[in-house]
């Protein structure tokens, strides 16, 4: 009855891992500096498997990253995500897209891959989050170049990046996804100030970022003048799947802490708390091998809204762990006295700290249903670009920008 | 060409599941399935036995040898899942889900190799004798008693005995679990309908006095039997719970569209909106995992048991849940007797409570994963960022 499925995926996977052998043979994981082992894995085609050759990939399907992934780590390699997420996961696939030739994607990918250039996302501003169209950054023209001159906020890593992907309003007379332009700024210029924001965890992995008179080439815009909505959701549709997305083995990630502190305290047990183990459990395989399908039907294009879910399902997931994981140490959960200041190292690793504490993961996990979309906003996200349910009645899409009410 | 891998979906399962969709729109509409809910036996036999001779829906999980069509577990959840979705009457669980599992784990003996092909080709029915509404344990087997191949014993709550034309009975014999067969009819053989919740799925109590039986399995190779029926069934019930769910989101998401309320398409209000997005989220989570039990089941990579539990637990859970929300958005409309959501309703809560609920699956995976951990082994936290 089984007759087999029209792929070759089989003999890609072969290769894929293979190739990746092969460097780590060379370059061992443990030991290699991390851009050395890095840059051979984007030289050969590895760093995003489904790029095309000679920007980092092989034109695959994005769902055997996964393979590469697998063996770097197994071999005790760190994970280009966690050093530089934002460039990694959204920043790469925007500018394969929308970089305006081969020579500039590869002179920005390659130092991004050996993260020896960490890349922040400036969409947020005071006035605008979930509504980032909304947004008052402005970006007019003087000959080559564009000046920009407003304010972002929870720009996660900008103390340590070199570019960031910055959305400004280039036409304040039209509606207000149709004003918007797309740049990519460097951050180390004059006229770019970067503050730390210290959040409820004590720490500071986000930035307040201030541009007065910052200066970007027209050479560094993505997509047309006017068209920067367009590439804004290229980067925020990777965003979510680059979230949502990891998966590891069965028990693997945020649930094995819970299962490791139920095994530590036994003393603690109720049947109560191992039903919502046990449930919390299940929840997270049921997340794990729902990725685990995505990745094996995923094709080289871009993610479609779906990484919505498992953005929506991740976040929800972590906080009710964390949730679970305080409940169980009862009253020790309350003790806690270090809200010394730390800011990320250059490799974005502040909340992956490993000496970071169970309190800290724990109020760090109320930011998982915010960052990269509220929940509130996935659920739209869902109903209306998966199950086509009708928008909300809006007063703001037609009017030119300058006349819609904010604050 | 490569083996097919988990979550592929081949070009005979998709010509699978619109064959019987298209089935299912002609011959067993809405008007059919409460016509049919009306009747004594509950389903049509005629049509069942199209089922199983022209779809040859009934047989896709039986080897070609013992009159099958030679495919897996994965093949029968497909076709679960579609007529799950269209609330397909008849005694799919107790035949397909159960008996005819069991009958291919047993050993090859004549009884057997000639009941197999019948069932498969829908020209007969059967039921499992057994307590349905808990996980697979020691305790299966107590509640009838064989000895020199009488039965005699009552269980209660059993799916589709009442249609069943053979009794397969999970007993308990001098040496260990007896699986043994019995025709409806039989002396010593009492068969009590129950009213059931559920309209679409008939339960009945059974009664065994001293009924003369033919025993198909003994000892190991019955507990062997029974274990895989049990596992089979979790699959195509999760399947089922799968379609379902998925069939009450499509209706719930059209009527969404539709509907208006204050000037507008009640969908577009935020609250009906993430309603529906959550359930979307579950059924992607009751499909992979109904998948994945489904190929455990069928190529045994992961534990099969814990992969079945995994799904009974979500499934069941996830296809309750989007009932239940159908019936609500739907407003009155969808609390009434005319409307299809109450058969759904029923069904959801009658397979939630099916082969254990979604807590006995969870205690199940807990004692399968909590209970073996070593605090030391357990991989140092990783912190997710969103
Ligand atoms: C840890 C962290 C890191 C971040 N890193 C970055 C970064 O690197 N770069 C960057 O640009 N941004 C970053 N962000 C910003 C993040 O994307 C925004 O915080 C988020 O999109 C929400 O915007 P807001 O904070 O302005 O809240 P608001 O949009 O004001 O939302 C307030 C509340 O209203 C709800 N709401 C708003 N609109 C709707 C709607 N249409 N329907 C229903 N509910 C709605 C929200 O869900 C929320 O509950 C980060 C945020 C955090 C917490």
């Not at chain 1, 603690?268 to 091998?289: F, G, K």
């Not at chain 1, 094709?299 to 994981?325: D, I, M, R």
């Not at chain 2, 239940?324 to 009658?350: C, M, N, S």
Request: proline share 6%; charged share 25%.
């Amino acid at each position: 009855m089984s007759s087999p499925p029209t792929t070759d995926t089989d003999t890609d996977t072969e290769r894929v891992a293979d190739a990746t052998r092969a460097v780590v043979a060379a370059h061992d994981p443990r030991t290699a500096p991390r851009a050395e082992l890095f840059g051979a894995l984007y030289d050969a085609g590895l760093a995003w498997v489904h790029h095309p050759e000679g920007l980092g990939g092989l034109g695959l399907s994005r769902g055997l990253q996964a393979v590469v992934d697998g063996i770097v780590t197994d071999a005790g390699g760190p994970r280009m995500f966690a050093v530089n997420p934002i460039g990694y996961g959204m920043g790469a696939p925007t500018v394969v897209e929308y970089a305006p030739d081969r020579e500039q994607a590869a002179a920005w990918l390659r130092p991004m891959a050996t993260c020896e250039e960490i890349w922040c996302q400036l969409f947020s501003e005071p006035g605008a989050g979930s509504d980032v169209a909304g947004l008052a950054t402005s970006a007019v023209r003087d000959g080559d170049e564009w000046v920009l001159n407003g304010q972002k906020v929870w720009t996660t890593l900008a103390h340590v990046a070199r570019w960031g992907m910055v959305v400004a309003r280039t036409d304040p007379d039209r509606p207000k996804h149709r004003g918007l332009t797309y740049f990519v700024i460097d951050m180390e210029q004059p006229g770019v100030e970067v503050r730390p924001l210290r959040q409820m965890t004590g720490q500071a992995e986000f930035n307040e970022v201030y541009l007065h008179d910052a200066r970007v080439p027209d050479a560094h815009r993505l997509g047309e003048v006017g068209a920067g909505w367009r590439v804004a959701i290229t980067t925020l549709m990777n965003e979510r799947t680059a979230i949502g997305g990891v998966t590891g083995r069965r028990g693997s990630g945020v649930i094995a802490e819970a299962l490791g502190l139920w095994a530590e305290h036994p003393d603690r047990h109720t049947p109560v708390l191992r039903d919502r183990l046990a449930r919390l459990w299940t929840r997270a395989e049921a997340h794990r091998l729902t990725l685990a399908r995505a990745r094996r039907t995923a094709t080289a294009g871009q993610p479609g809204p779906e990484g919505s879910v498992s953005k929506l399902v991740g976040a929800e997931l972590n906080q009710e762990v964390y949730e679970f994981c305080m409940d169980l140490l009862g009253p020790d959960a309350l003790l806690y006295d270090d809200w010394t200041m730390h800011r990320a190292d250059g490799g974005g690793r502040v909340h992956a700290d490993p000496g970071s504490t169970l309190q800290q993961r724990f109020l760090r996990s109320r930011a998982n249903t915010i960052e990269g979309g509220t929940s509130e906003v996935m659920r739209n996200i869902l109903g209306e670009r998966v199950l086509g349910l009708p928008g909300e009645p809006r007063s703001d899409s037609d009017r030119p920008w300058k006349e819609v009410p904010r604050g | 060409m490569a083996e097919p891998q988990e979550f592929d979906v081949t070009d005979e399962q998709q010509e699978l599941r619109a064959g019987l969709r298209r089935f299912a729109e002609r011959a067993h509409d809405e008007t059919v399935l409460r016509a049919l809910i009306d009747t004594g036996e509950g389903y049509d036999r005629a049509l069942w036995a199209r089922l199983g001779g022209e779809l040859g829906a009934l047989a896709l999980a039986v080897p070609e040898e013992l009159g099958g069509a030679g495919g897996t577990c994965v093949d029968q959840a497909v076709a679960a899942e579609e007529l799950g979705a269209a609330l397909v009457t008849g005694p799919l669980l107790g035949t397909v889900g159960l008996a005819v599992p069991a009958l291919v784990a047993a050993p090859a003996s004549a009884a057997r190799d000639a009941l197999l092909p019948e069932l498969a080709e829908g020209t007969r029915t059967a039921a499992l004798v057994a307590p349905l509404t808990v996980p697979y344990d020691a305790a299966t087997a107590a509640a009838v008693s064989a000895d020199d191949g009488r039965l005699t014993g009552t269980v209660d709550h059993v799916p589709d005995a009442a249609a069943a034309d053979v009794l397969l009975v999970a007993a308990a014999g001098p040496d260990g679990p007896v699986l043994a067969a019995v025709d409806q009819g039989t002396a010593g053989v009492t068969v009590t309908p129950r009213g059931s919740l559920d309209l679409t799925r008939r339960i009945a109590r059974v009664d065994l006095d001293g009924a003369p039986a033919t025993v198909l399995a003994t000892g190991d190779d019955a507990d062997r039997a029974l274990r895989h029926a049990f596992r089979t069934a979790g699959a195509l019930l999760a399947a089922e719970q799968t379609g379902i769910a998925q069939r009450l989101l499509d209706l719930t998401v059209g009527y969404a569209k539709e509907r208006l309320q204050f000037g507008r398409p009640i969908g577009s209000f935020q609250a009906v909106k993430h309603r529906c997005a959550d359930m979307l989220v579950g059924v992607e989570h009751a499909r992979t995992t109904a998948l994945h039990a489904a190929w455990s089941v069928a190529s045994g990579v992961d534990d099969p048991d814990l992969a079945v539990s995994i799904a009974q637990a979500t499934c069941s859970e996830v296809c309750y849940r989007v009932a239940a929300d159908t019936v609500q958005l739907h407003g009155g409309i969808g609390f009434t007797w005319e409307h299809p959501a109450h058969l759904y309703y029923k069904r959801a809560v009658a397979d939630a409570a099916l082969l254990g609920s979604a807590e006995a699956h969870r205690e199940r995976i807990a004692a399968a994963v909590l209970d073996a951990l070593d605090a030391g082994a357990v991989p140092a936290p990783k912190v997710a960022t969103g």
